[in-house]
């Protein structure tokens, strides 16, 4: 069974390196994370990888632009629907395993190669997913970051 969308962060934090910092920044963050994986229908995706665990990207060229290229990751419902995606699962070095969607999220906004990562919803559709950008959730933590920093720069009002 897949753990709940807070089980989820809550295991982010806990296997986060405890450097004070990192634990923190994941709790800070949460709320975007959670608000983003909650629009998603799963609590876990199937993503093609390496023995090694490393990802398996996707090089997409813009339709009518050429030269414009994007990075993506897929991520399908359940083990079958990977099998009808890009990536050569008969292929004894690549396997596909369930991530927790916040990890998958969490993940993405780290990784400076991959342009975004697209979550295949209705099991059996590999043709129609929604894409999160990674620029978009960064821009997301960005602002989730700046409300809870205290303004510095503030004049106490008895300066006069």
Do not use: C
């Not at 079958?80 to 998958?104: E, F, W």
């Not at 920093?149 to 300066?159: R, Y």
Request: glycine share 4%.
């Amino acid at each position: 069974m897949p753990l709940d969308l807070d089980a989820q962060l809550q295991e982010l934090i806990n296997d986060a390196p405890q450097d004070g910092v990192t634990p923190a920044l994941i709790e800070a963050i949460a709320p975007v994370l959670k608000q983003l994986a909650f629009q998603l229908r799963h609590l876990e995706y199937y993503i093609a990888q390496t023995l090694e665990q490393n990802w398996a990207v996707t090089m997409l060229n813009h339709e009518t632009q050429s030269g414009l290229q994007k990075q993506i990751i897929y991520a399908f419902p359940n083990l079958k629907d990977v099998s009808a995606g890009p990536y050569p699962m008969k292929d004894p070095q690549m396997i596909a395993l369930p991530i927790p969607v916040i990890h998958i999220l969490f993940q993405i906004v780290a990784m400076d190669t991959v342009d975004s990562v697209v979550f295949f919803e209705v099991p059996g559709n590999t043709m129609v997913g929604t894409e999160v950008k990674r620029e978009d959730l960064q821009a997301l933590i960005q602002t989730q970051l700046m409300q809870q920093i205290p303004p510095s720069n503030t004049v106490p009002s008895d300066i006069a």
